[in-house]
C-alpha cells in the first residue's frame, strides 16, 4: 500500500504559478502510474496529468496542457505538479492518486489517494 501526502496548495492572482507536491510512503517501486486531479465546487472531478512511472510517459488534460508539468523523482516518492499561467478556472481542491495497476490506471479507478490541497486562482 501507499500514503499519499499533497503539499503546495495556497491562493495566488491570475497569470501566477503554484507547484503542488506529492509525499508518497509505503510502496512504491511497484507503483505504475501517478496522477492529479481536482475537483471544484459542483463540478465532477478531472484527472488533469499523470505520468507513467515506469517509463516517464505523461499525459495532460486539454484544460491544461501547456501550462502544467507533471514531474517525478526517480525513487517515486514525490509527485509534483508545476501549475504556470494559472487561471480562476483552475481553481479547486486538487489530489495526488497512485495505482498498482496498468488496467485501473486507465479506467481512472484509483484506489489510492490523498488528502486534497486546495488552489485558488483569483482575477
Known amino acids: 500500500q501507499v500514503h499519499l501526502v499533497e503539499s503546495g496548495g495556497g491562493s495566488v492572482q491570475a497569470g501566477g504559478s503554484l507547484k503542488l507536491s506529492c509525499a508518497a510512503y509505503?510502496?512504491?517501486?511497484?507503483?505504475?502510474?501517478m496522477s492529479w486531479f481536482r475537483q471544484a465546487p459542483g463540478k465532477e472531478r478531472e484527472r488533469v496529468a499523470n505520468?507513467?512511472?515506469?517509463?516517464?510517459?505523461?499525459n495532460y488534460a486539454d484544460s491544461v496542457q501547456g501550462r502544467f508539468t507533471i514531474s517525478q523523482d526517480n525513487a517515486k516518492s514525490t509527485l509534483n505538479l508545476q501549475m504556470n499561467s494559472l487561471k480562476p478556472e483552475d481553481t479547486a481542491m486538487y489530489y495526488c492518486?497512485?495505482?498498482?495497476?496498468?488496467?485501473?490506471?486507465?479506467?481512472?479507478?484509483?484506489?489510492?489517494w490523498g488528502q486534497g490541497t486546495q488552489v485558488t486562482v483569483s482575477s
Open positions: 492518486a497512485a495505482e498498482y495497476s496498468t488496467d485501473r490506471c486507465r479506467r481512472l479507478n484509483f484506489r489510492y
Open positions: 509505503g510502496s512504491t517501486y511497484s507503483l505504475v502510474c
Open positions: 505520468i507513467y512511472t515506469g517509463g516517464g510517459g505523461t
